[in-house]
């Protein structure tokens, strides 16, 4: 179990959050302590004024609300029951088991979770000490709780090779519901800096984000419209507007994980250059599968972007054990496109000869060329070599 807690300024927004869920049937609630009535009986505006009560006693105290969401991995079993035992018990350890609350079960991604909304101020009028809460109060919370209920613990658990996000697969779940729920696993877990580094990572999970034609006015206001991809990476079913997500993910609010992701994922870059370093070693000459696999094995996909003809003109790099991604040229002039297909047998028939000015086709993400630099090499061709005046013939 993995127990995040937020403080904030409003009791309100907390609540209209929640809230908005369980009109959207995107959550439940299961829950509720210190109110003097059954929760179900009231409304937003009464949810509000309860809270409000209490905040009123201080108005000087400004940071007055916590938010708090205990996350269970995917493979606990967990009924109604067991999460409202849980609830309790945590808000307890806490020391908050006084204090009135409400708990919800969201149901908007891959793994169980509740959100627990309270406010930092008690009936005397004082505030609730929270500081290291975390470290002092939370973490040994979560820890006992997990023996408690028998929980897959956070902390020791095998990386092993497999994604902790499962990849989207059409039509097994709601469209907009497992778009939302990779989305936001992407951006408050991974280290990114464009938007076609985020497509790189989304694209692992069948996802992508796109910004249409530069001509259409979504393109201008920096929108993006969300699709789930087919097994040959083309998008099925309606595409969700980035506006009509809770957290309205559009081009403009991911450039605040831009500007995070430079300093978040600059201690992470050698780490990842050694495990690569590590899987090239081994061989003189590699094929595409081979070191596909390789790289899997150390939590590392690999993105060959591409024209419609095969060839390869840019390689990124994402990283699933530290959450970052690179693209090779990146990370060094050994894992350039050019470096790392020169190392592929001859059986590929790879060629990576493609220039900067050639018309393409993009594998994966169509906006690559609008959203960041392609590590473009010399021309170079593995397998058969080509005259040099016929080269040139063709490039005309």
Same mark, same amino acid.
């Given at each position: 179990?993995?127990?995040?807690?937020?403080?904030?300024?409003?009791?309100?927004?907390?609540?209209?959050?929640?809230?908005?869920?369980?009109?959207?049937?995107?959550?439940?609630?299961?829950?509720?302590?210190?109110?003097?009535?059954?929760?179900?009986?009231?409304?937003?505006?009464?949810?509000?004024?309860?809270?409000?009560?209490?905040?009123?006693?201080?108005?000087?105290?400004?940071?007055?609300?916590?938010?708090?969401?205990?996350?269970?991995?995917?493979?606990?079993?967990?009924?109604?029951?067991?999460?409202?035992?849980?609830?309790?018990?945590?808000?307890?350890?806490?020391?908050?088991?006084?204090?009135?609350?409400?708990?919800?079960?969201?149901?908007?991604?891959?793994?169980?979770?509740?959100?627990?909304?309270?406010?930092?101020?008690?009936?005397?009028?004082?505030?609730?000490?929270?500081?290291?809460?975390?470290?002092?109060?939370? $973490?040994?919370?979560?820890?006992?709780?997990?023996?408690?209920?028998?929980?897959?613990?956070? $902390?020791?658990?095998?990386?092993?090779?497999? +994604?902790?996000?499962?990849?989207?697969?059409?039509?097994?779940?709601?469209?907009?519901?497992?778009? &939302?729920?990779?989305?936001?696993?992407?951006?408050?877990?991974?280290?990114?800096?464009?938007?076609?580094?985020?497509?790189?990572?989304?694209?692992?999970?069948?996802?992508?984000?796109?910004?249409?034609? $530069?001509?259409?006015?979504?393109?201008?206001?920096?929108? +993006?419209?969300?699709?789930?991809?087919?097994?040959?990476? &083309?998008?099925?079913?309606?595409?969700?507007?980035?506006?009509?997500?809770?957290?309205?993910?559009?081009?403009?609010?991911?450039?605040?994980?831009?500007?995070?992701?430079?300093?978040?994922?600059?201690?992470?870059?050698?780490?990842?250059?050694?495990?690569?370093?590590?899987?090239?070693?081994?061989?003189?000459?590699?094929?595409?599968?081979?070191?596909?696999?390789?790289?899997?094995?150390?939590?590392?996909?690999?993105v060959f972007r591409q024209n419609e003809k095969g060839m390869i003109y840019g390689l990124t790099f994402v990283d699933h054990k530290l959450k970052t991604v690179f693209n090779g040229s990146d990370l060094g002039k050994d894992y350039s496109a050019r470096a790392?297909?020169?190392?592929?047998?001859?059986?590929?028939?790879?060629?990576?000869?493609?220039?900067?000015?050639?018309?393409?086709?993009?594998?994966?993400?169509?906006?690559?060329?609008?959203? $960041?630099?392609?590590?473009?090499?010399?021309p170079t061709a593995i397998g058969k070599k080509k005259k040099k005046k016929k080269a040139n013939q063709q490039n005309l």
């Amino acid at each position: 179990m993995v127990a995040k807690i937020k403080f904030g300024r409003s009791m309100r927004g907390i609540l209209i959050y929640n809230e908005s869920k369980v009109e959207k049937s995107e959550a439940k609630i299961i829950l509720a302590s210190g109110f003097a009535v059954d929760i179900d009986r009231l409304n937003l505006n009464q949810k509000i004024q309860r809270f409000k009560n209490l905040t009123d006693l201080n108005p000087t105290i400004k940071t007055n609300a916590m938010h708090i969401s205990l996350n269970f991995d995917a493979s606990d079993k967990l009924d109604l029951q067991k999460l409202q035992q849980i609830a309790q018990t945590y808000m307890e350890q806490i020391g908050f088991g006084e204090q009135p609350f409400i708990a919800y079960q969201h149901l908007d991604a891959a793994h169980p979770h509740i959100h627990i909304a309270t406010t930092l101020m008690q009936k005397d009028g004082k505030r609730k000490f929270t500081h290291n809460m975390g470290r002092l109060v939370s $973490e040994p919370a979560r820890k006992a709780i997990e023996i408690e209920f028998n929980l897959i613990k956070a $902390e020791g658990r095998k990386q092993g090779n497999s +994604l902790t996000i499962k990849p989207a697969v059409y039509g097994k779940q709601p469209t907009k519901q497992i778009i &939302n729920s990779i989305m936001l696993s992407v951006r408050q877990n991974y280290a990114f800096t464009s938007l076609a580094e985020f497509n790189a990572i989304l694209g692992q999970f069948n996802i992508r984000a796109n910004r249409g034609n $530069e001509e259409t006015t979504m393109f201008e206001k920096k929108g +993006l419209l969300y699709s789930i991809l087919d097994e040959k990476r &083309n998008p099925i079913g309606v595409p969700i507007k980035a506006s009509s997500f809770n957290d309205q993910p559009t081009l403009k609010n991911l450039e605040k994980n831009f500007q995070a992701g430079m300093e978040k994922r600059k201690p992470l870059k050698e780490n990842l250059k050694k495990r690569i370093d590590w899987v090239l070693q081994k061989y003189n000459t590699v094929t595409r599968n081979t070191l596909v696999n390789e790289l899997a094995k150390q939590q590392i996909g690999i993105v060959f972007r591409q024209n419609e003809k095969g060839m390869i003109y840019g390689l990124t790099f994402v990283d699933h054990k530290l959450k970052t991604v690179f693209n090779g040229s990146d990370l060094g002039k050994d894992y350039s496109a050019r470096a790392i297909t020169q190392k592929f047998s001859a059986q590929d028939q790879i060629r990576t000869y493609l220039k900067p000015n050639q018309a393409t086709h993009f594998i994966g993400n169509p906006l690559e060329p609008l959203m $960041e630099k392609a590590d473009y090499d010399a021309p170079t061709a593995i397998g058969k070599k080509k005259k040099k005046k016929k080269a040139n013939q063709q490039n005309l």
